[in-house]
């Protein structure tokens, strides 16, 4: 099983900039597929943007040209770059490890997870 730890998590104005990790460790610690979701307060979990190992990346509209994903095969880390962060933001963000690529994240079968880390973008 494979471990997944994020990092980076913290407060930042809208606008701002921050940078989460994802470290895998354990059995198996390249995922053929590295997903980031995120989820506000009283609201479900949703897709922000999944990896590949190719490099195949799909983001959520909401995040498209603010967010990019990428990695750091060396440390095993994969990394959310978030970009003129808004307030709409803020919520605790998961990545999670599928085996298969689908184009429709839906389909990817997330089944190993984080435990999460708080992003809270003030106004």
């Known amino acids: 099983q494979v471990s997944l730890v994020e990092s980076g998590g913290g407060l930042v104005h809208a606008g701002g900039s921050l940078r989460l990790s994802c470290t895998t460790s354990?059995?198996?610690?390249?995922?053929?597929?590295m997903g980031w979701f995120r989820q506000a307060p009283g609201n479900e979990r949703v897709f922000v943007g999944a990896?590949?190992?190719?490099?195949?990346?799909n983001y959520a509209d909401s995040v498209k040209g603010r967010f990019t994903i990428s990695r750091d095969n060396a440390k095993n880390t994969w990394y959310l770059q978030m970009n003129n962060l808004r307030p709409d933001d803020t919520a605790v963000y998961y990545c999670?490890?599928?085996?298969?690529?689908?184009?429709?994240?839906?389909?990817?079968?997330?089944?190993?997870w984080g435990q999460g880390t708080q992003v809270t973008v003030s106004r």
């Open positions: 990896i590949s190992r190719p490099g195949m990346t």
């Open positions: 354990g059995r198996g610690v390249s995922p053929y597929v």
């Open positions: 999670a490890t599928s085996a298969i690529w689908y184009a429709d994240y839906r389909t990817m079968n997330f089944n190993n």
